[in-house]
């Protein structure tokens, strides 16, 4: 990230049931939606789903006790894209109204390690090139993996900070969208994809790898030196 936006702090308020009544410019910026698509949603809306718990309990501990919090945690951009934020979160008393939740945001660095993060991409690129390869040179039904081309899709894909659909994920794969879909929905049962904000398997549904085989996955690259 530049400068600019490294240094840019972002602002938004929220009413005693955590929906967002107000934000500025710059949250509008950090989140990638207008006005008027961020007033009324709540915070966890726009958070990345494995964040939603502990960032849940966090509210919950503000709301019983009044104790402020921070949190670094991954917002879902407009563009579906993944934004990492330090958030700072504390309550407002004026004494004229109700009470409100007072949001700061600022842009944070990934926790993953920059070298890390390249070496596991590079890996699933290239996993995902030898399938791609491996269909064009022998034919689709002697090379065919589904279940494993789809994890290594969305496995790039959170690691580069993108949000794909059914219909991404079928033209990536190179299969029909009934058949990513079946495929989609096994392994949406098996727990090692889930589907954003808990839409029903479809293909304008946005899907993300799971965070145990998200892990899986880093491991297998590290021990195969990839």
Sequence with gaps: MDRAQAELVAHCIADQDHRIIACDDAYCELIGLDRHEIVGLHPL???HPLDRDLNGV?????ASSGSAFSITKRYVRGDRGLIWVTNGVAPVRDGLGPERIAATSKRAASPVTRSALAR????ARRLCLAFLMGKNLFGSELVSAPGAELLLQLYSA???GQCLN???LAAR???SGAATLRWLK???ESGLV???RAEPVAATASFRIAKRCEMMLDALIVAAKL
Aim: charged fraction near 30%; hydrophobic fraction near 50%; glycine fraction near 8%.
């Design 120 to 123: 596991n991409i590079a890996a």
């Design 58 to 62: 966090l509210l919950d501990g503000l």
């Design 45 to 47: 809306d726009l958070t």
């Design 158 to 160: 959170e690691l580069e």
């Design 194 to 196: 889930e589907v954003e």
């Design 173 to 175: 794969v190179h299969l």
């Design 166 to 168: 059914g219909d991404d």
């Design 186 to 188: 096994l392994l949406v």
